[in-house]
């Protein structure tokens, strides 16, 4: 039988359990494979370094910077912390300003035989545009005011007949005497300023329901005025008396404040012995009161159809 031939000189017998056998083909395969295996390694350890914020252009902050951690949102201060009665005062202030939505009662009550009583009941709305109205006595019924348009640039006077409703305002021209500007929030948080004042004292009470009058008796200005039963943060304590300057001596008015649970004002009460020099206003005792509201206001602008060129004849 014939045998074969040895092969040339310088190849091997193909031995597959030789791995020199396989020569180029199995080291190129084992040089791809050794390839991959880095690629992937490489992969992996560029990512590690991104999700561990190590390199500049990471998701997080660059070497020497540490990470912000978000906080908790604390609410208004009179829940964070009730006991600091300056800071809940300066806070509501802030957000009495801010309220989109706004009814606002003023009253003024004093001895029959030494002061009389007046009443104010402002409200405001931001929608559909932004307006306030503003009721005040008057001999022939309650006296209305409105400030409106996007920069309050528009204003109107109106009256309310002796026993009428709100809806029945009649508007008219503004002509002589009626000529009247007025900035609508000048004194809106007057009482809570005297908080903020050196030597005012405030001290906290707890919570208890707020003392709402719901019965007016003003001439008709809170006509159709109502205030809904709740409680709130209270608060006492002695403020300036309004009829002496900063820093003059004299008794001071005490008061009662209460606060809701977003921080505003709910209702502030102050009572102080006047100190007018004025016959028949001497020591006169008063109290104040202001009332507030934020539920949504309904607060009609009228157009230039609507206003007539005169003031409406008494009982018209």
Known sequence: MPTSPDPPAGILALDPSDPRHLGPFRRAGRALWLSAAASTLVVALVGGLVYSDQIPWGNGAAD??????????????????????PAVAAEAIGLLREAPDLLYRHDTVGHPEQAHSAARVLEYTETPVPVYRLRTYDPAGVAIR???????EESTVGLIGMGQD???????????????????TEDLDWGLELILEPGAEIEYQGRSRVPYQQEFTDGGVSVGVSFEETEGYHYSGAVRDPSRSEGEEGDPMTFDLWIDNEGRPLRFHGSAVLDYDVPGFKDAVITITRDYDYREQDIHAPDESEILPDRPERGA
């Open 146 to 152: 409105l400030r409106h348009g996007d920069d309050m």
């Open 64 to 85: 020497g910077e540490e990470e912000a951690v978000a906080e908790e949102d604390p609410g208004p201060v009179v829940r964070a912390d009730p006991e600091d009665g």
């Open 166 to 184: 709100v809806p029945d305002v009649v508007y008219y021209e503004q002509t002589g005497t009626d000529v009247i500007q007025w900035e609508p």
